[in-house]
């Protein structure tokens, strides 16, 4: 069978006989009628249903069948597919502006719409939406809605909502509206003037319908009303523009005088959904007082200032309190050059002390070779990364604290037992990971630091944390805005430094107790010495102190074991290559010899070799297992979207003004 219209058909089984299945083709709709439905003239394809189908075919007519008797039973029309709202023109939209000044000399617009739809005669509207934008060049308009009637002058019953930056108004009621109906919209704006410095005007550059719209206009006509101080103020440059946003189409702009001054009217034929018209009127600069713009706003000029603030004051809040009441112990105040290392403390428990973990171990190594404990071996031939070993000799040379630190380091602490210190060895890294951190507890175990208790760090990195909010949220309104501000660019910046400087400082320090500060002291007194001239260092050694403290007579051999014995403390203090040199020259020049350090060339070149030394594993720096990580708008158109150039002396388009919007079908 074939009709004029095309559609698709589905013919049941035969035992449904006399059932068969519309589907009409409408975009997103799919509708099934039964035959005695389908209307003369329409076109559809029959389509048979393949045999393997045909029982659940059977049982969809049957189920339609008796669908479609208890329908004919019952009383009650069947219910249509709804119609789209939307499927309507608007036989025209005229819009009068009554545009002036406030006692400020700021635009005011008095602005009165128009708008006659023409509804089908179905049942498919109950009036229409419009949006109205609420700003203009980023300024807000203080949109007031005065009234809603139609063309009689009887109110119109509205609602009124709000939505990304649009007063969006909807017409009517329940009731559905048919055929031609008019629509009388009243509102008032403000600040709707652009001082454009392309055109050296000031302008009234305004979206008559908007390009919001989804309807066709038969026309759009704009009548912008002025008194006789305005017209006066007239630059004589009108434009009108007509088209898509961004087209450039002209159309007239006519001049006529009434009774109040003067009346400028553009109209424009047969636009099509999405069109609209444009006018740009310019008046001379200074005519109306322009708004504070968005650059002038607190958001920009005040809260960024707030906010750094805020931050500052946090960061030296914690500063301040670090320093002046969470400091370290002041100890005695005065440095006393020392020239023996300190009974009391390992050099790796020293280093923890004074903050320095990193060259802890590669000095605690020196120091166990230096006393004859154990012994360093190069090997030339190895690679860089594991050319060192240390090998034990004898433990009992050392304290009971050393023995634990070498026994953590040698798992099998007896003579011959050999290290080998492969930067590489993740194994190795993992086991002196562990020693560094037994060490800093000892620090705090052993009464050299305290470690403190107050919470209020927590509380102020939290506060830092929680300008991040304003700090962002301040900086997109500019973005938005176009809003150029330095102080806005160093806003975010601003806010992460302080808070990076609040993280750093966040935990409380384990601060230096009397003891603590006391073993500081004696250890910046060694660093005097370690930095002092040779001779100097031997006028200490002779001094009556230094005679009671080491040895009445002073020889070269005892020379060369005290410096051994504060070489791994002249690596504590960074200046190691310093001491190795002169230490060097000592074994170059007499009969002692580096035995705790095997190396090619012997003592002629120790120096270079301890060199070598440092450099490889001084800084520390060994391989650890890596640790596993866990797995785990509106349609609308024409809001702000004004341009940033005038269009009264021409090079102006469609859309580019205030004003506009768009709107719909309900």
């Known amino acids: 069978m074939v009709y004029p219209r095309e559609d698709s058909l589905g013919q049941d089984s035969p035992g449904a006989a006399g059932v068969l299945c519309l589907m009409r083709g409408t975009p997103g709709r799919v509708a099934r009628y039964p035959l005695d439905m389908i209307e003369p003239g329409e076109t559809m394809t029959h389509r048979q249903i393949l045999p393997r189908r045909r029982a659940l075919a059977a049982a969809l007519a049957t189920a339609l069948t008796l669908a479609g008797a208890s329908a004919a039973s019952a009383s009650a029309p069947a219910a249509s597919v709804p119609a789209d709202a939307s499927d309507f023109t608007f036989d025209s939209f005229t819009v009068d502006y009554d545009l002036g000044r406030d006692a400020d000399g700021r635009a005011t617009l008095r602005t009165v719409e128009t708008i006659v739809a023409d509804f089908p005669a179905g049942d498919q509207n109950r009036g229409i939406v419009r949006a109205i934008p609420d700003s203009y060049r980023y300024v807000d308009m203080d949109v007031q809605v005065i009234s809603v009637t139609d063309e009689t002058g009887a109110p119109v019953p509205y609602e009124t909502s709000s939505r990304d930056d649009f007063t969006e108004l909807a017409f009517g009621t329940d009731d559905f509206v048919h055929g031609r109906t008019t629509y009388v919209l009243e509102y008032t704006q ?100 322009q708004p504070p713009g968005p650059e002038e706003s607190w958001i920009v000029t005040v809260a960024p200032w707030l906010i750094l603030g805020f931050a500052a004051f946090f960061v030296l809040m914690l500063l301040g309190l670090r320093t002046f009441v969470w400091r370290d112990a002041r100890g005695r105040g005065t440095i006393v050059v020392q020239y023996t290392p300190p009974e009391e403390l390992s050099v790796m428990l020293a280093a923890a002390m004074l903050g320095k973990k990193k060259v802890g171990l590669p000095a605690q190594v020196i120091s166990f070779a230096v006393t004859r404990a154990a012994r360093l071996v190069e090997s030339p031939s190895e690679p860089a990364s594991r050319r060192y070993a240390l090998e034990v000799v004898d433990t009992h040379r050392l304290s009971s604290a050393d023995r634990q630190i070498l026994a953590a380091l040698v798992p099998k602490l007896k003579g011959g037992a050999r290290l080998r210190l492969d930067t590489a060895d993740p194994k190795l890294g993992d086991r002196l990971e562990r020693l560094r951190g037994s060490i800093s507890d000892e620090v705090t175990s052993s009464g050299y630091r305290a470690r403190g208790t107050s919470r209020i760090p927590t509380y102020l990195a939290l506060a830092g944390a929680l300008l991040l909010a304003p700090a962002w949220l301040v900086t997109r309104w500019a973005g938005q805005n176009e809003v150029s501000s330095t102080l806005v660019g160093w806003l975010m910046p601003g806010t992460i430094l302080a808070l990076v400087l609040l993280g750093v400082m966040y935990q409380m320090p384990h601060r230096l107790t009397e003891k603590g500060a006391a073993n500081r002291d004696y250890l910046l007194g060694l660093r005097d010495y370690l930095a002092l001239a040779e001779a100097d260092r031997i006028r200490v050694l002779q001094s009556p102190e230094g005679a009671e403290r080491v040895a009445a007579t002073i020889d070269t051999d005892l020379i060369v074991k005290l410096h051994e014995k504060l070489l791994p403390w002249a690596m504590l203090w960074g200046v190691e290559r310093e001491w190795a040199r002169e230490l060097g020259t000592y074994y170059d020049t007499t009969d002692a010899s580096p035995d705790w350090f095997s190396g090619a060339g012997g003592a002629a070149m120790f120096s270079q070799n301890f060199t070598g030394f440092a450099g490889s594993i001084g800084t520390g720096s060994f ?22 150039s005038g269009g009264s002396s021409g090079g102006g388009f469609s859309g580019g003004g205030g004003g506009g919007g768009g709107g719909d079908g309900r």
């Open 623 to 644: 391989a650890t297992t890596p640790s596993e990580s866990s797995s785990s708008g509106s349609s609308w158109s024409g809001s702000d979207g004004s341009s940033s």
């Open 190 to 289: 403000r600040d709707v003037i652009g001082d454009f410095a392309d055109t050296a005007a000031e302008e009234f550059y305004w979206d008559v319908n908007g390009t919001g719209w989804a309807q066709p206009f038969g026309s759009v006509t704009a009548r912008l009303h002025l008194d006789e101080d305005l017209t006066a103020a007239l630059t004589g440059e009108a434009a009108c523009y007509v088209g898509y946003y961004g087209g450039d189409a002209t159309c007239a702009v006519e001049t006529s005088t009434d009774a109040a001054g003067s009346v400028l009217t553009s109209t424009s034929q047969n636009l099509v959904s999405g069109q609209n018209m444009s006018v740009a009127i310019g008046f001379v600069p200074g005519t109306f007082t």
